[in-house]
């Protein structure tokens, strides 16, 4: 395979463990703590999982092992969207499986879930694990989006499992497939199958957290890329002093990574979902809010600036929010007389014709783009594909409409010149920072640690992250913990709760004392690149949201 120079330098990066890690692992001791309801619904979620609701939370502590010694195969899946550190969550896993015997086994089934269902799998050595160490990307084995769901995918995930002599399994997702860890956990429980399942916390969206997993995995890295990008979008606009940058970047319902980065680089504007959806505020409350600060900068001089999206913002805008509620209802009840369809034209009005007077009134004023975004396919879990709809495009269409009323009302005399971009993909692979490694390795190593102990339906635990790696924690929490009922496809189902941005949190009240000025003024910071060698300030760092919630 040919490499870079960072990458041969990256292989050689040795992942720094948690201090109760590094003990030998007959040293590493399970301790129980307190038995664990879930975040709501709890009668609901205990009925759906009679055999591992309630379990309780674990850490592990330097004592002698209480875990029986025994030969592991252990199956490893990526799922989902891609989030730096991935790999490192594999080495790390590998790593200590070999510690603990260099005949257990590490499977990596290919393709994500699929790969379970149709038994494409390629079997860990040391040199195919070595030339993925500290790297980015899922390539390893590939990821997917396919559900596991139903009792017959779980029947032929059983059958794998048996034919591998397979103990455990490894879910390394963000909230929709760990929900699928959980449930075939349960699964595999109630069929008395003596097989683990464990749950890893990814998603470069930052939206799966709880009072004991601090973060998700990807976070750190993805929000430093798209921040040293936006810095220099800042620097650009400063320079050339001619246009608006409206920035979209990723990160589904949650608006965690258009706040990190707003913390990062002190843009003009970052719209927030979770305060559009608070303050129940319109998409002509959102426009003329930003024409204000337009107006208001162009008055100054500068016609220029930079905004950044969500690109979760559309699901809350009110009027939105309610008309894509509709429009998941009916693509779900209706979706072989929609398939039938022919042509955007007879499509649309089979939709307008059965969606409330309100949201058809919605759905007509939106431009046909728009229109098209919203009907195209859910992902499997059931979710609009936020990432395709063009919020930033919309938005600057909708400004340049309030500023050209604005000019011919002789209210404003400023120009207008806006570019959009979309940020997204371009952070989801990168090199994962120290942070990343560090946190994935150590995720991977502590998974084994979970299968070791014959804890079932936990996701991996390592957290106290604002310290330094060798002060953090490690262990396990139940899955079941994080769930409640959410409506999917038209149906109720059990999921893990998304963690949005909280209004009362310290990262968000931060920036809302900060952002009158950000608007006015031009108060840029430029993060610059990841930094992988040099001084630990500057290359150890984790995120602003990290730092401001466990100030
Ligand atoms: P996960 O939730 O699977 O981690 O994916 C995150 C994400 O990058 C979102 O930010 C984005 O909306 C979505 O994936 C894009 O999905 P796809 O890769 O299928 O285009």
Redesign the pocket.
Known sequence: METSPLQIARYKYQPKLPKILQNDISQVCVSYGRETESVSDQDKIRALFPNTYGMKEISFINAPSTATKRKLTVAVIL?????PGGHNVITGLYDALKKAGRDNILLGFKGGPSGLLEDSYVEFTDDFIDAYRNTGGFDIIGSG?TKLETVEQFQVVAEVAKRHSIDAIVII?????NTNAAVLAEYFAAQKLPVQVIGCP????GDLKNDVIETSF?FDTACKTYSELIGNIERDANSAKKYWHFIKV???SASH?ALECALECQPNICLVGEEVEAKKQGLSEIVGHIADVVAQRAADGNNFGVAIIP?GLIEFIPEVKGLIGELNELLAKEAGAYAALEGFTTQAGFITSRLSAASAAVFNSLPVDIQKQLLMDR?PHGNV????IETEKLLISMTATELAKRKAAGTYSGKFNALGHFF??EG?CAFPSNFDADYCYSLGYNAFLLIANGLTGYMSVVNGLSKGPAAWNAGGIPITKMMNVERRHGEDKPVIRKALVELDGKPFTYFASKRAQWERETCYTFPGAIQYYGPEEVCDITTRTLALEQA
């Open positions: 799922s989902g969207g891609q989030a989006r997702g963000g909230d929709d497939s990814k998603t470069i969206d990807g990723m990160g589904r990574i690109e992902d594909q936020v990432s395709r997204g993909y989801r």
